[in-house]
């Protein structure tokens, strides 16, 4: 999980950040997305692509990389999926998790198939970053916990929608209760659901 980063301070560089998102698919809620450089040479939870975590250990890795991690997080509203698309939403979230850094990356390794565009640091996308590297994998736990923590928040506003379980995705339950109880604020409008 370490050779990427490893080959890049082989090179010369020292302030590498793996950067995620959460929130791409989901037909309701905000894009979040994560930029972490793992400073631990060793951690006592198991870093690895969130989704391959349960909910509890997921909790204790996020917590042990807020601690000891360097950690920025960027959200792109609703109103910004519509107006801009998931795609361009996405990246805005990955430009402002990398702006509430602490510090400048000098190297940037970026999940999926595609470099951020518009910013200026070197950067690498890498298919499957996140069980190929250990920085993306982090950046995974805390943008899926985050963006977890804020669908719960809206569960409380919007109880009959059930974002508690399913976190806006588009679960059976979900497409049920926007049939019987139409969109709410956080639905997003560009999202076409095919049984609805």
Known sequence: ??????????????????????????????????????????????????????????LLAYEEILSTCGVGIGIATVEEIDSL??????????????????????????????RIPSILLPQEAVIKGDSRSISIAAASIVAKVERDKIMEEYDRTYPVYNFKKNKGYGTKEHREAIQVNGRCPIHRTSFRCASL
């Open 85 to 114: 698309n998931i795609l361009g939403a996405t990246f805005l979230a990955m430009r402002r998790a990398l702006d509430e850094l602490s510090f400048t990356p000098d190297f940037c390794l970026v999940d999926g198939s595609m």
């Open 1 to 58: 999980m370490r050779s990427l980063e490893s080959a890049l301070f082989d090179k010369g560089f020292r302030q590498v950040v793996g950067i995620d998102e959460a929130g791409r698919g989901p037909l309701a809620g905000p894009v979040l997305a994560a930029a972490v450089q793992v400073i631990p040479e060793i951690f006592s939870t198991k870093i690895t692509d969130s989704k391959q975590l349960s909910p509890k250990k997921r």
